[in-house]
């Protein structure tokens, strides 16, 4: 596959003339062939890798959302701080921006994308339209092919049918795939505290759990943290040298660190990115291989699969992997797209289809439609807000655009501010490979929230007012008189102590005409109004 | 044609040469519009930080105003988004949807509905760099936008074209939000600040000497953020560029 002719090639990284030292290539060169001559690689896809040695001293990782509970998450509090770590922020606002850009040379060389999103966005609205019989077919189907099949209602539900399979297995250590859906559950904690080792085995995952951290992306799970971090934590954890920063020094370390305990796991977990109803089989896509791993090296596989992930045929499958990876990171496919389809010889094979509110979700008007998610992380990357803020500022499984409309189907108190991250841009709702309409979605979700008094009282207090003032003509006049007395009332800005929230953090006051277009016209025309 | 002016209230407040420059630019093609002195808001600040019921006056309001006429026109996209999609809290009267749907932004306004073929004494002889407002662009479609796989066309671009003397100059993210984004803006003032603070720099990397733009909302903040950053943008509205200023 070439690149499209039109798409300019030596066109400018970002906002700055440099790019960050993390994205720097050693040769100045950039990565963005597809000729299978380097390795493209879901965490170190963006750049070539500059040089190992540290120059100045590490700037300390900005770290996520506080949480209290189900008291709102302060996404603006975080988000702030991740902004002030300016070189975090700086490396990953360039790194996402620059899978948007591969993601966008691949739109350009399909000529049928739009298309290609139209019958995705087709297949997945039927498939969960009719969910209770394909689910049914794929239990059958699945079960013919040897496969042992478990249904969860809840999150807790899931994780004691999978500490069941491993107690009764005798597991002892568990060796897992990256899957948000276990994130969702709170698995790992969960099995650890019965006593389970768990090794995540996508790289970035386990730089995740080395460093108790959840996700702060759903395909790149460590994306805003900087080489210096992952040597730091490294040296802590695995025993590293602190003053290598080199990606390869730091992978292969983690690789020696880590292959023992893979290779003598008792039992191994994937997810699924699709499950075939018609071949009761499922599908795994990963860069690193590592799902095949967890699947065959150890004598037990459990997939956890959300209920929302079936798909009725295996000729709807091309659809998506042609849509998955090229939304995802800019890529044409995956390096690796598995099929499971039953129980190797002597080895069990076990699949526990996990609802967790995604039934009460399919009821939802207008929510239910973003069901057709398939994990892509596109949204994340395109999005302004996200890249300025950081995965971990919204406090919650899922971050960034898809997470603004999903978790308040979890949660809907804790996450009652979330849809306020945003700026309702709509680029999102472009990206997506499935067509969920996210910035209406995080629309509908504020007032969603706001009727049910979730909204801060003070913003809906200020917009009461505003709303009095703006439908009487009078008032509102009298209120706007003058330059300053307008900032205290007109609504975009009626913000408490406006001036200060609109200054302090770098941005300067409008200047103040002599007068209004309404005085002018006024003057100028006569009150020939009906005021 | 019986065409009512509403004027947007960043634009009457802040920029009320941007409501002088339309009403001109629309008396230059034989529009001679009323400007209904009732005329408050469309409402959106309400709709967007999800309190409907507190917008309900305001969009009955707004649908009295502008009843009586063939086209209401708006020198904002974001404001014509609102009442075009979003003004759903009033009851959907026969008179509500027609003022819905007889509102057009400036530039649609002389692109589809006037077709205007030339300013003949517009002349901005600079090098511009042209901001899209996300509601203009992917709420109301002013153009592609770089998501999507589309036969690329602009409106905006379209009618400053006609501009003698203009040279319009490609920012690194051409459709990049700016981070105003209504309430934003002050709610999530850090992240705000940020994204207008890159969007300002790449206007400035890209050579451009203005920034122009069919939303004076969007401008306000940019322009903010460039005078404390010190860059030497200067902002103009389209209406006003298209109305012939020179500088």
């Known amino acids: 596959m070439s690149l499209s002719p039109d798409q300019p090639s030596g066109r400018r990284h970002g906002l700055h003339d440099l790019p960050h030292p993390d994205l720097q290539g050693a040769d100045g060169q950039s990565a963005r062939h597809e000729d299978g001559s380097r390795l493209v690689h879901a965490e170190a896809s963006s750049r070539p890798l500059g040089s190992a040695q540290p120059a100045t001293p590490a700037e300390p990782q900005p770290r996520g959302a506080t949480e209290h509970g189900h008291h709102p998450i302060d996404h603006d509090e975080a988000a702030r701080r991740f902004i002030a770590a300016t070189e975090h922020e700086k490396m990953h606002d360039e790194r996402l921006w620059d899978l948007r850009q591969k993601r966008d040379r691949q739109m350009h060389a399909i000529p049928e994308w739009e298309e290609l999103r139209e019958l995705a966005s087709a297949i997945k609205l039927h498939a969960l339209a009719n969910l209770p019989e394909y689910l049914?077919?794929?239990?059958?189907?699945?079960?013919?092919?040897?496969?042992?099949?478990?249904?969860?209602?809840?999150?807790?539900?899931?994780?004691?049918?999978?500490?069941?399979?491993?107690?009764?297995?005798?597991?002892?250590?568990?060796?897992?795939?990256?899957?948000?859906?276990?994130?969702?559950?709170?698995?790992?904690?969960?099995?650890?505290?019965?006593?389970?080792?768990?090794?995540?085995?996508?790289?970035?995952?386990?730089?995740?759990?080395?460093?108790?951290?959840?996700?702060?992306?759903?395909?790149?799970?460590?994306?805003?943290?900087?080489?210096?971090?992952?040597?730091?934590?490294?040296?802590?954890?695995?025993?590293?040298?602190?003053?290598?920063?080199?990606?390869?020094?730091?992978?292969?370390?983690?690789?020696?660190?880590?292959r023992p305990l893979i290779l003598n796991a008792d039992a191994g977990m994937t997810g699924a990115n699709f499950a075939v109803a018609e071949t009761g089989s499922f599908v795994v896509c990963t860069n690193e291989g590592n799902a095949d791993l967890s699947a065959n090296v150890p004598p037990l596989h459990i997939a956890s699969i959300g209920v929302e992930k079936v798909i009725p045929r295996m000729a709807d499958l091309g659809v998506f992997i042609r849509l998955l990876s090229r939304s995802a990171l800019g890529s044409p496919i995956t390096q690796y797209t598995s099929h499971f389809r039953g129980p190797r010889q002597g080895g069990r094979m076990h699949i526990v289809l996990v609802d967790n509110g995604r039934s009460a979700r399919l009821g939802m008007e207008p929510f239910w439609t973003s069901l057709k998610c398939i994990r892509c992380g596109a949204c994340m990357n395109t999005c302004p807000v996200y890249r300025r803020s950081g995965g971990l500022s919204y406090g919650a499984t899922y971050s960034g655009p898809i997470g603004l409309i999903l978790n308040p189907t979890f949660d809907r108190r804790k996450y009652s501010a979330l849809p306020f991250a945003s700026t309702l841009?709509?680029?999102?709702?472009?990206?997506?490979?499935?067509?969920?309409?996210?910035?209406?979605?995080?629309?509908?979700?504020?007032?969603?929230?706001?009727?049910?008094?979730?909204?801060?009282?003070?913003?809906?207090?200020?917009?009461?007012?505003?709303?009095?003032?703006?439908?009487?003509?009078?008032?509102?006049?009298?209120?706007?008189?003058?330059?300053?007395?307008?900032?205290?009332?007109?609504?975009?800005?009626?913000?408490?102590?406006?001036?200060?929230?609109?200054?302090?953090?770098?941005?300067?006051?409008?200047?103040?005409?002599?007068?209004?277009?309404?005085?002018?016209?006024?003057?100028?025309?006569?009150?020939?109004?009906?005021? | 044609m019986r065409v009512s002016l509403f004027v947007p209230c960043y634009i009457d407040v802040f920029e009320p040469r941007v409501g002088i420059a339309t009403l001109e630019l629309l008396?230059?093609?034989?529009?001679?519009?009323?400007?209904?002195?009732?005329?408050?808001?469309?409402?959106?600040?309400?709709?967007?930080?999800?309190?409907?019921?507190?917008?309900?006056?305001?969009?009955?309001?707004?649908?009295?105003?502008?009843?009586?006429?063939?086209?209401?026109?708006?020198?904002?996209?974001?404001?014509?988004?609102?009442?075009?999609?979003?003004?759903?809290?009033?009851?959907?009267?026969?008179?509500?949807?027609?003022?819905?749907?007889?509102?057009?932004?400036?530039?649609?306004?002389?692109?589809?509905i006037l077709k205007v073929e030339a300013f003949p004494w517009a002349e901005f002889p600079h090098k511009v760099s042209y901001h899209n407002n996300c509601n203009a662009l992917r709420g109301i479609g002013h153009g592609t936008a770089s998501e999507l796989r589309e036969a690329p066309f602009s409106k905006p671009l379209d009618l400053l074209r006609k501009v003698k003397g203009i040279e319009i100059v490609e920012q690194a993210r051409p459709d990049e939000c700016c981070g105003f984004g209504g309430t934003f803006s002050v709610f999530e003032p850090a992240v705000s600040v940020k994204m207008g603070h890159d969007k300002v720099r790449d206007h400035a990397q890209s050579g451009a000497e203005y920034v122009v733009s069919a939303d004076s909302s969007c401008m306000l903040h940019q322009k903010g953020c460039a005078t404390r950053l010190g860059l030497p943008l200067k902002f103009r509205h389209i209406a006003e560029v298209l109305n012939g200023a020179r500088a």
């Open chain 1, 136 to 258: 049914e077919q794929f239990e059958t189907r699945a079960k013919a092919n040897g496969i042992e099949v478990h249904w969860a209602e809840t999150g807790a539900q899931h994780n004691e049918i999978v500490h069941g399979l491993l107690a009764d297995h005798g597991a002892k250590s568990l060796i897992k795939s990256k899957s948000m859906l276990t994130e969702e559950t709170g698995l790992r904690h969960y099995l650890q505290g019965k006593g389970i080792e768990i090794i995540e085995t996508d790289l970035g995952e386990r730089i995740q759990q080395l460093d108790d951290e959840a996700p702060s992306h759903i395909v790149v799970p460590a994306t805003h943290k900087l080489r210096s971090d992952v040597a730091h934590l490294f040296a802590e954890k695995l025993g590293t040298d602190p003053d290598n920063r080199d990606a390869n020094y730091l992978a292969e370390q983690q690789r020696q660190k880590t």
């Open chain 1, 425 to 531: 841009n709509g680029s999102c709702t472009n990206v997506c490979p499935v067509k969920i309409n996210i910035h209406e979605q995080i629309f509908a979700w504020r007032k969603e929230l706001a009727e049910e008094d979730e909204m801060a009282g003070g913003k809906r207090a200020m917009m009461k007012a505003a709303g009095a003032l703006l439908s009487h003509p009078a008032m509102y006049r009298a209120a706007i008189r003058t330059t300053d007395s307008a900032l205290r009332v007109l609504p975009h800005f009626v913000a408490g102590e406006f001036a200060g929230v609109w200054t302090k953090e770098g941005r300067d006051l409008p200047d103040a005409p002599p007068e209004t277009f309404h005085s002018w016209y006024q003057r100028t025309h006569g009150r020939t109004g009906a005021e």
């Open chain 2, 27 to 112: 008396r230059r093609f034989g529009i001679d519009p009323t400007y209904p002195l009732d005329q408050t808001c469309c409402g959106q600040p309400m709709v967007n930080a999800g309190c409907h019921a507190e917008a309900v006056a305001t969009e009955a309001h707004f649908a009295r105003t502008f009843a009586d006429c063939d086209y209401i026109v708006v020198p904002s996209g974001s404001c014509v988004h609102q009442v075009r999609y979003h003004m759903t809290s009033v009851e959907q009267t026969e008179e509500v949807r027609a003022v819905r749907a007889r509102t057009y932004e400036l530039v649609e306004f002389l692109h589809d």
